[in-house]
């Protein structure tokens, strides 16, 4: 525990201790430091001051003594007014791997190759490693720290500044509607890997079904109609008989299997808690890349890979001079990072109090852009032999999105020797890609819940009744999604759920905490926790306070208002099919049902306190007492308190009970 803000105090008056010497168990004794006129709090009519379940004694008699632990608990049975603790990873490495399977997800294989070659090829590295440096590593650094260091959920951790809980609000909206079509995906993804036991597979052109329109296509030289993409279209999803938003039509029953499935895998690996799901990773977060390589050497061995990969990395240095360039690798690293969407701060809060943050930022995120990179070469080796294949340019087969996944992708297998073991991977790959960002997000709502329901933690019961239920409406939800016309909904979610929304909720964040909560006492906080760590830690420190505080918000300002401009300028499509004004209306108004949580929660905290307005906003960016009085000390025994680093108690410790009352002096 450290000693408060300077300011908040810097108007108390120090005056000498005073005794009052009275008989029997009544005896008082009056704090030393407390300010003249405020209520002094007592021992013997009042419970003895604590910190985590440790009766604090000092001596009366000397104004100068520190106060003395004893090693005895505060009360001969255990409160059962306090929540039950809180889980912890069973190992730093349970914790990096999943973060990264939480970052590495399938915006990694299905878009990054796309911008990269879209924006100039390898020159798209240059705005990429500079956005990771000034906007990435910040902050994925400060969700880290404040989930770790407040050992809360995204919405509890919000003690430390109540006027911006609205924040924690808002990411778990985005959470939701995230999960509600991430999960879409994943279900697609099982749809292919089931239709992939079979030979030949029933996209490629050696299926009986396709072998007259695939004639066609080579007799007239037309590549519009690719049996991979009347497969997607005609029996993945049925699009072709809906008309739009309006006519979603009938659920596809095969997409409803599958997304059930998935949801009940989700439900399972998150009954039993980070302990569970922490022993998963394991597998989820590694497959992935032992499948990137043996595509890759797959692909190297294939005609026509050279110009695939060629094709990906030329460099094209006017491209630096476009806007869009730089907007588009801000933007990579803002989504692929997973900034914003609470999974981040909640899988933090099941950290040690000691663990070095500032080593796992650096791991994670580098470790997530070198994968994006890595990813390009395994993506482009084989759509380079599928274009040498056709005919045509590198450019008519490269897609991004679910066109790349589950159109361009799936028929660059179907030509390889052996096309279902390929395509039995690389959809196993998906798969793994897709749940393992889904438990981030899962983790991100589920945490927020319970820690503000904390019954929730310690019956087993209540948990699983409450993740069934969470992850039924979900299936509910995504029901929609996989109608005939579903695609136009996942389409609209998918672009305004983590649009201008996430980044003015992220934008806050980081201007909440570098000027209310203060970028000074952040970056205490997070020294407190490294203390351990190498000089170097504390040094870089410097480097991240100004970006907190000058060049990440102006960078994302920068992003907000050119999402806002191409928003304004540009209709979305879905194929030849343009959205109508009242869509995107309704994905308008998606993103702003996330972000106009803060100023919402922000009028809720200023009116319950008291006094002038600008007394009432004051006291709303207060930290609570219970911020720094848990703040690493979560799984403590009353017996003995072990601590991190050094516990220096001033005068305002022993005011702390006082903070939410607005009794002590400002």
Not at 32 to 48: D, F, M, V, W
């Amino acid at each position: 525990m450290k000693p408060l803000p300077e300011q908040w105090h810097d108007q108390q008056k120090k005056t000498e201790p005073s005794q009052e010497e009275m008989t029997g168990d009544e005896a008082k004794t009056k704090t030393p430091g407390i300010t003249a006129g405020t209520k002094t709090p007592t021992l013997g009519t009042q419970s003895p001051v604590q910190l985590n379940g440790v009766t604090l004694q000092y001596d009366v008699g000397d104004s100068t003594a520190q106060p003395q632990f004893e090693s005895r608990p505060s009360s001969p049975s255990p409160n059962p007014d306090l929540p039950p603790p809180r889980e912890q990873w069973g190992g730093k490495y349970e914790f990096l791997l999943s973060c990264i399977g939480y970052c590495v997800g399938l915006g990694n294989v299905w878009r990054f190759p796309y911008l990269c070659y879209r924006n100039g090829g390898g020159v798209f590295l240059i705005p990429y490693f500079i956005m990771m440096l000034v906007t990435g590593l910040p902050l994925f650094l400060m969700e880290l720290s404040l989930g770790q260091y407040g050992a809360a959920g995204p919405i509890t951790v919000w003690k430390c500044c109540p006027l911006l809980k609205g924040i924690g609000i808002g990411m778990l909206l985005v959470s939701s509607l995230v999960c509600l079509y991430y999960n879409v995906i994943i279900a697609w993804t099982f749809y292919y890997l089931g239709m992939s036991f079979q030979s030949p597979l029933p996209w490629s052109c050696d299926a009986i079904a396709n072998a007259r329109l695939c004639q066609m296509n080579v007799t007239n030289g037309s590549h519009h109609l690719s049996a991979s993409e009347v497969f997607w279209n005609e029996q993945v999803l049925g699009v072709v008989h809906s008309e739009g938003l309006q006519d979603p039509g009938p659920v596809r029953w095969q997409l409803a299997i599958c997304l059930m499935v998935a949801w009940l895998i989700i439900f399972l690996c998150m009954l039993k808690g980070i302990r569970s799901s922490g022993k998963i990773v394991y597998v989820t977060a590694t497959f992935p890349y032992l499948v990137l390589i043996v595509l890759i050497i797959r692909g190297a061995t294939l005609e026509g890979s050279l110009q695939g990969v060629q094709f990906y990395l030329t460099p094209d240095w006017q491209r630096l001079q476009n806007a869009q360039v730089w907007n588009d690798a801000a933007s990579q690293i803002f989504y692929s990072l997973g900034i914003g969407f609470g999974g981040l701060l909640s899988m933090a809060s099941y950290n040690k109090f000691d663990n070095n943050v500032i080593r796992d930022t650096i791991v994670i995120a580098v470790g997530n852009c070198c994968t994006s990179f890595f990813a390009g070469f395994a993506i482009f080796s084989i759509l380079g032999h599928m274009a040498w294949r056709k005919n045509v340019p590198v450019g008519k087969v490269a897609d991004s999105g679910p066109g790349l996944a589950f159109v361009a992708y799936p028929e660059a297998l179907a030509l390889l020797p052996g096309s279902p073991f390929w395509a039995i991977l690389f959809f196993l790959m998906l798969f793994t890609l897709g749940v393992d960002t889904l438990f981030g997000n899962m983790e991100g709502i589920t945490t927020a819940v319970m820690d503000e329901f904390p019954v929730l933690r310690g019956d087993m019961k209540k948990k699983t009744l409450f993740l069934a239920v969470l992850c039924f409406g979900f299936f509910l939800l995504g029901l929609l999604l996989i109608t005939e016309g579903g695609i136009y909904w996942f389409t609209l979610i998918d672009s305004y759920a983590t649009s201008f929304g996430l980044i003015i909720i992220t934008l806050f964040m980081c201007l909440g905490i570098s000027f209310f909560y203060g970028v000074n006492q952040f970056c205490q906080d997070i020294i407190d926790m490294i203390c351990t760590c190498p000089p170097w830690c504390t040094k870089v420190l410097w480097y991240f306070k100004a970006c907190w505080v000058f060049c990440t918000p102006l960078l994302l300002l920068f992003i907000l208002i050119y999402v806002f401009i191409e928003m304004y300028n540009t209709p979305l499509h879905y194929g030849s099919y343009e959205y109508p004004r009242w869509g995107k209306a309704l994905g308008v108004c998606m993103g702003t049902l996330c972000c106009i949580q803060i100023p919402i929660w922000a009028i809720v905290a200023i009116c319950k306190e008291s006094g002038t307005l600008k007394d009432r906003f004051r006291k709303s960016i207060r930290p609570l007492k219970t911020w720094r009085v848990t703040s690493g000390h979560q799984f403590v025994t009353p017996q003995m308190v072990e601590v991190p680093y050094t516990v220096n108690l001033t005068d305002a410790d022993f005011t702390t009970q006082q903070w939410e009352n607005g009794t002590s002096d400002a």
